[in-house]
């Protein structure tokens, strides 16, 4: 499934990037219709995963009509990753709601928050490049493909990507991903390209590389590929309000034509309502705020309607707020 995410792509394939609080199953639903070829869950704890937490189980769901999922993982210790995994490998939890099954368990060895870093997880991992290593095998026990989303390394002085890939590839993952930053940098200045090169360089041509950092555009992804010859780009915080970004990487730049004032607005509402029913109207149009508020910028009145959302209640109230 992964080499046919690669191979039968007419330009390059992109993929929406984990992102905590944000790429749950009706995001990632709405951003596949759009064209994109592939995305990953939120993180979730392989602990937790393994101590059969319904909370996590519910981060795990895939819906029908995604684009092929990878569930990404977060944890240091290769045991438990590997009994998480094979939960996920073979939908054997309590709450697992797969509508179709995910494509490969992808490992979190980027997230720069202090809470996980401070347990041994995420971007901390750089820092052990051999256990990264182990945490792959781990992972590839029950026969999912397993991918790593790495950074360019945890500090300025300890850019190490190229190591942590090798050591990656060469205990079986299928692809890794590079995020050009380093743990420290957090979300900027600007991605590093040449770390990205450097990472497509060393792996062998049967491991895919995913260049990620700052992709805004057709041009900018474009160019990410050009310059570092990755296979593919993960995009992040763009997407989160312009979904869209996926049809316009998949014209090749040619004829793509942004959507309406109208068109963003029934977009963001769609996918509030559709929230609301997956976790509940209380809990849904809390998180609508933040998530409107993506779509919304830019447009004519965004401020007004921020300040709306943010005191809306109800869905109702939501809809009447973004109604058109
Ligand atoms: C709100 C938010 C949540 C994120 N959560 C995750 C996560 O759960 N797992 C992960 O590997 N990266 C996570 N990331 C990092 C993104 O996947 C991505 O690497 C980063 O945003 C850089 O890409 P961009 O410049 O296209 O945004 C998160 C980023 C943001 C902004």
Redesign the pocket.
């Known amino acids: 499934m992964l080499d046919n995410i690669f191979t039968n792509n007419k330009i390059f394939p992109a993929f929406l990037?984990?992102?905590?609080?944000?790429t749950d199953a009706p995001f990632r639903r709405l951003c596949s219709r759009l064209g994109c070829d592939m995305s990953v869950s939120?993180?979730i704890s392989a602990k937790a995963m393994v101590y059969r937490d319904k909370k996590t189980a519910a981060l795990a769901k895939i819906y029908e009509g995604e684009a092929p999922v990878s569930i990404?993982l977060f944890g240091h210790e290769p045991d438990v990753m590997a009994e998480a995994a094979c939960m996920v490998a073979e939908g054997s939890f309590e709450g697992c709601d797969f509508a179709r099954p995910p494509v490969a368990i992808d490992i979190?060895m980027?997230?720069p928050v202090k809470k996980i870093v401070s347990s041994g997880d995420g971007s901390a991992l750089m820092k052990t490049p051999e256990l990264c290593g182990r945490l792959v095998e781990g992972a590839k026990k029950c026969g999912l493909p397993v991918t790593v989303?790495i950074r360019a390394g945890f500090t300025a002085q300890s850019k190490n990507a190229v190591e942590v890939a090798r050591i990656c590839a060469d205990a079986g993952a299928a692809a890794v991903c590079v995020?050009g930053r380093t743990r420290e940098q957090m979300?900027a200045p600007g991605?590093d390209l040449d770390i990205i090169a450097a990472v497509r360089d060393a792996l062998p041509d049967s491991v895919y590389v995913i260049g990620?950092?700052?992709?805004r555009d057709f041009e900018s992804a474009r160019h990410m590929v050009s310059y570092t010859g990755c296979n593919g780009v993960?995009?992040?915080?763009?997407a989160l309000g312009d979904p869209w970004l996926f049809a316009e990487i998949a014209s090749g730049g040619v004829g793509y034509e942004p959507p309406s004032h109208e068109e963003r607005l029934r977009t963001a509402a769609e996918l509030i309502a559709e929230i609301c029913r997956e976790k509940g109207e209380f809990a849904g149009v809390r998180e609508s705020r933040g998530r409107a508020a993506h779509f919304i910028k830019g447009l004519r009145g965004a401020a007004e309607m921020r300040a709306a959302l943010n005191s809306a209640e109800t869905l109702a109230e939501v809809m009447d707020i973004l109604k058109i």
Do not use: I, L, S, W
Not at 234 to 238: Q, T
């Open positions: 990037a984990p992102m905590a609080g944000f939120e993180m990404q979190n980027g997230c989303k995020h979300y991605v990620n950092g700052d992709v993960m995009v992040g915080r763009a």
